[in-house]
């Protein structure tokens, strides 16, 4: 007799799988996570089992490797985030919060791809063609020869790209919203999910096409539904900023055809999303460099150095609680960290005050490199003695005060250069190791060893 398949129960946090239900998940510790899992039974019988396996070939590390080839989407910052462009046969993922506009982007996108000639379907399971209709035409792409549907059910259109022999590039907007008849359960919950991505990735493999997968983004930052997806596909792009922001960065979390952590910049306009070529330029477009408690950091996002401005405000503790930490676009563990470094090694008194902080312009910093900068913005809010507007700041700060190297010093500089300023404060050079860092013309350094440098820059540290 056929045993009845056990119950299984995935979390929607992270995927993992347990045997028991329970309010919370072992691996992730997230609460009420867990669902019940549609198991097909499986059908490996005795006899299947019994097939001794063949042997593969075994290959030389050595050999001839062709780099991938690429469809160009022709939209450039979506091309350098991808790693060059959408590769044949691949699935792109691409996470945001709901509103963050990733519709508008992949519209435009698949709207350019049409119009170099590429077949590419546009699927949607949360707009009606009608309202994709009326954004095209919002974004100006209505002439391209893009074929739309709006469905929700895989089969249909796994069905309808095999249907055509030469379709490129499908789009699934969004993968919370599809469905497949032989699963048990409603769209969006993980096991619906799960096997709607598992059959479109096989039918994207097997014929050839690139998949585009759109997932929302839970409050958390998670992709909602299982994180198993971002295992499944080839690539995860996370389209982030602040919807209050004009500014969008697409961000590869997982590419196996490039760098991760490569971005692509955009502003989102009343036309649609624009490319922005020089994201510096931008950060610092509204920075009034006169005023206390403003630093500019050189930063580095995947390959690309980008300048952007770090914002503090203290001001007198209100009330008898703890002082307010209040941080935007960075780490708040951190800024407790440097607040504690400045108070301890630099005689800085800081623990009466509220604590605001500020990347302004709604990137999210996540280098240790941005130390300084901070540090930089908060001993100017607390002396009132603005930072020179023509430097900019980077290097790691640690426990002691010590300025610690970051990597990728020269580019960092180039880019300062490029937009004009005049001094880098930097880490110190050590002498083992690292070479010399040649400055940019135009552009000083002020090496610095030490953090309270920044209170009296004269008297260098030893
Ligand atoms: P959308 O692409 O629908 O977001 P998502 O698919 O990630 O949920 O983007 C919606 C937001 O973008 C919405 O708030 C309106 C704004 N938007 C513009 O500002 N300009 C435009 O040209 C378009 C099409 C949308
Ligand atoms: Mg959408």
């Known amino acids: 007799m056929a045993k009845k398949p056990a119950r299984q129960y995935g979390c929607t946090a992270c995927g993992a799988v347990h045997a028991k239900w329970a309010g919370q998940c072992d691996a992730c510790q997230e609460w009420n996570t867990l669902e019940e899992l549609a198991i097909e039974p499986l059908a490996a019988s005795s006899a299947a089992r019994a097939v001794p396996g063949r042997r593969v070939r075994l290959e030389a590390l050595q050999g001839v490797v062709q780099p991938p080839p690429r469809v160009r989407s022709g939209i450039a910052e979506l ?104 699963v048990e359960s409603a769209p969006g919950t993980v096991s619906q999910v799960r096997a709607c991505a598992f059959e479109l990735i096989r039918a994207a493999k097997r014929r050839g096409f690139c998949l585009i997968l759109v997932g929302h983004v839970t409050k958390e930052g998670a992709l909602a539904g299982p994180r198993v997806l971002e295992h499944m596909v080839d690539a995860v792009m996370y389209f982030e900023g602040d919807r209050g922001h004009q500014f969008r960065i697409l ?88 607040l504690a470094v400045l108070e301890t090694r630099c005689g800085l008194k800081l623990s009466g005050m509220d604590v605001y902080l500020n990347v302004a312009g709604g990137l999210k910093v996540a280098e240790p490199a941005a130390d300084l900068a901070v540090a930089a913005a908060l001993v100017s809010a607390a002396t009132g003695v603005p930072t020179s507007p023509g430097a900019v700041y980077f290097g790691e700060v640690g426990l002691s005060g010590e300025i610690r190297q970051v990597s990728q010093a020269d580019s960092r500089l180039k880019e300062a250069a490029k937009l004009g300023f005049t001094q880098a404060v930097l880490p110190r050079r050590v002498a083992r190791g690292s070479a010399p860092t040649r400055p940019p013309e135009g552009l000083s350094l002020r090496e610095s060893g030490h953090i309270s440098d920044l209170i009296s820059p004269d008297a260098q540290s030893e």
């Not at 760098?259 to 950060?283: H, K, Q």
Request: proline residues 3%.
């Open 251 to 338: 961000r590869a979390a997982k590419n196996r055809y490039g760098a991760t952590d490569e971005i692509g910049v955009f502003a989102m306009t009343d036309r649609g999303l624009e490319e922005v070529s020089n994201p510096s330029a931008l950060f610092l477009a509204e920075r009034r460099g006169n005023i206390a408690g403003s630093a500019v950091f050189a930063g580095l996002e995947g390959s690309r150095p980008v300048l952007l401005e770090v914002q503090a405000l203290l001001s007198p503790k209100g009330g008898d609680g703890a002082p307010r930490r209040a941080v935007v676009g960075w780490d708040g563990g951190r800024l407790a960290m440097l």
């Open 79 to 182: 091309d350098r985030a991808l790693g060059g462009g959408l590769v044949p046969a691949s699935v792109v993922l691409v996470g945001g919060d709901p509103g963050i506009g990733k519709s508008t982007l992949l519209l435009q996108a698949a709207s350019k791809l049409a119009e170099q000639g590429e077949r590419v379907l546009y699927i949607s399971g949360e707009e009606a063609v009608d309202q994709i209709r009326l954004r095209a035409r919002r974004l100006g792409v209505e002439g391209a020869k893009l074929e739309l549907a709006a469905s929700i059910n895989v089969a249909d259109i796994i069905a309808t790209a095999e249907a055509e022999a030469d379709v490129r590039v499908v789009v699934i907007d969004s993968i919370q919203t599809m469905w497949l008849e032989t």
